[in-house]
């Protein structure tokens, strides 16, 4: 579902951060995204999501080889693939059901019609009681909890999490992972960036990591 062929990334003029990537993410998949710190996990998961263009090789995405695509291509492709930033990107002027039914509303769908799923889902991630506070009143973890729904609420197809247990306690991160687990047996593909090896540890996956700016794969 995407597809990466010798991919290699510079910023600029400077080195090449990645080289030679080559692999595949498979529908319905499950993968960890390791390597130490400044390996380019950040960069490879922007790939990912489109927000970068490999300076060389190709990527394809849904079936889209997406040196093909313009800019106006972009938002529909992206809209079947969740990411969760390291930084959660909430909106503080809006509820956390606000922000999380607010990729469906960019989209125009009526309040009607999506408000029982999204209070499902902050069901779901165990945010039910919290549904109606501003994001500057929530702990770290309801706050990366908020930004998982977020990015679930469309449905996507892959699930992009950077980092997901990187401000979060091991109990909470134990729970994430968990949440992960059930995406992937309800039929999205998951890929967490993560340098954290105990989280690693609690799920038998594959592992995908960079060192030195390319990639090598445990199955
Ligand atoms: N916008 C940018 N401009 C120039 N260089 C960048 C930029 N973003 C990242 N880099 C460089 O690319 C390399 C990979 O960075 P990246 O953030 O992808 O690594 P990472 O594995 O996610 O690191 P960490 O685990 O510390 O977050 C680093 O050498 C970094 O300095």
């Known amino acids: 579902m995407i597809k990466f062929e010798n991919v290699g990334l510079r910023y600029g003029m400077g080195p090449e951060v990645l080289r030679d990537l080559t692999f595949e993410i498979a529908p319905r998949s499950f993968q960890f995204l390791t390597g130490p710190s400044g390996a380019g996990k ?42 969760v930033f390291q930084d959660f990107r909430l909106l503080d002027h809006l509820t956390t059901y606000e922000n999380v039914a607010l990729p469906l509303r960019v989209v125009g769908r009526e309040e009607a019609e999506y408000r029982a799923d999204v209070v499902d889902l902050l069901n779901w991630v165990g945010l039910g009681e919290r549904m109606h506070v501003l994001p500057p009143v929530l702990s770290g973890g309801e706050k990366q909890r908020a930004a998982i729904a977020r990015a679930l609420i469309t449905k996507p197809e892959v699930l992009l999490a950077d980092e997901p247990t990187g401000n979060v306690d091991p109990p909470l991160a134990r729970r994430l992972l968990r949440l992960f687990v059930e995406l992937n047996r309800l039929g999205t593909s998951v890929v967490i960036a993560t340098h954290d090896l105990t989280l690693m540890e609690q799920f038998d996956a594959r592992r995908m990591i960079l060192a030195d700016g390319r990639i090598q794969i445990d199955e």
């Open 42 to 83: 950040t960069s490879l998961m922007r790939l990912l999501f489109l927000s970068l263009r490999p300076t060389r090789g190709l990527i394809t995405v849904f079936g889209h080889e997406t040196s093909r695509l313009g800019r106006a291509d972009l938002p529909q492709l992206r809209r079947r693939i969740g990411v």
